[in-house]
C-alpha cells in the first residue's frame, strides 16, 4: 500500500505553483526593499500546473534584503546558483514544498526589468509579466539569510533540474520514462558521493531520486497488467 507521502511527492496540488508565487510577490511588493517584482514563464500568462517551478524577477537596490524575505515568508532548504549570473540570483528549493516548486529567483537592473515588463518576455525568451502594486510600501526587517557557497556542490547538483523536468514531462504526457530512468541512475551515482555532498543537498537529492523511483514503479505496474 502507497503512502500519503508517496502521493504527494509525485502529484503535488495544483494549486501550489500560484499558492507560493502569490506569497512570495505580494510579500516581495509590500517591500520598500524591493523597486519591482514581476513573474515569468507559465505563472505569466496562467497556464501553470503544480509541477512548475516559480519564476521571479525582482529590481531591489539590496538582493540579499530580498533573500532574507523569502527565507522569513518560506524557509530556505537549498540554493543553487544561476551559472549565468552573479549570487544571490539563483534557485532556491523551500522547506515543506514540493521540489518541483523551488523559487528561481532572478535580480535584474531597473533598466533589465523595465526592459522585460515592456517586451512583454525575458532577454532568453519566457513569457514576463510585471506585478503592478498601488498599496503604500512597509518598512519590512527580515532576519536575513546568508546565501551559502555551494559553488563546490555545483558538478553534483547540475542534475536536480534536468530529472524534475524529466519526471515533470512524463507526467503532463509529453516525456519518455527512458530519459527518467537515466537521470534517476546519474543521481544516485552522485548520491553514492555522500561525504562531499552538504546535507541539505543530500536529503534533496534523497527525495527527487524518490520521486523518480515511484514514477518508474508504477511504469512497470502497468507494463505487467
Not at 500560484?18 to 517584482?37: M, P
Request: net charge negative; hydrophobic share 35%; aromatic share 10%.
Amino acid at each position: 500500500m502507497q503512502s500519503q507521502y508517496e502521493d504527494t511527492i509525485l502529484y503535488p496540488y495544483a494549486s501550489s505553483t500560484f499558492r507560493l508565487a502569490d506569497e512570495i510577490v505580494r510579500s516581495f511588493s509590500e517591500s520598500s526593499g524591493v523597486n519591482k517584482v514581476g513573474v515569468a514563464g507559465p505563472l505569466a500568462v496562467g497556464e501553470h500546473d503544480g509541477y512548475d517551478e516559480i519564476q521571479i524577477v525582482v529590481s531591489s537596490a539590496n538582493p540579499e534584503f530580498v533573500v532574507g524575505l523569502l527565507d522569513d515568508l518560506f524557509p530556505v532548504r537549498y540554493y543553487r546558483q544561476f551559472s549565468h549570473m552573479d549570487q544571490p540570483s539563483g534557485r532556491f528549493w523551500l522547506h515543506d514544498e514540493s521540489p518541483f516548486n523551488f523559487v528561481a529567483l532572478a535580480f535584474y537592473s531597473e533598466l533589465e526589468f523595465t526592459a522585460a515588463a515592456n517586451n512583454g518576455e525575458l532577454v532568453h525568451g519566457p513569457p514576463f509579466q510585471e506585478h503592478v502594486f498601488s498599496g503604500e510600501k512597509k518598512t519590512m526587517h527580515p532576519r536575513g539569510y546568508e546565501v551559502p557557497d555551494t559553488s563546490r556542490e555545483s558538478t553534483l547538483s547540475k542534475n536536480l533540474e534536468p530529472t524534475l523536468d524529466a519526471i515533470r514531462s512524463v507526467m503532463r504526457g509529453t516525456g519518455e520514462m527512458a530519459r527518467v530512468r537515466d537521470c534517476v541512475l546519474e543521481l544516485q551515482s552522485v548520491q553514492g558521493q555522500a561525504r562531499s555532498l552538504s546535507p541539505a543537498l543530500s536529503t534533496l537529492l534523497e527525495d527527487v531520486i524518490q520521486i523518480g523511483a515511484r514514477l518508474i514503479s508504477i511504469d512497470i505496474q502497468s507494463q505487467k497488467s
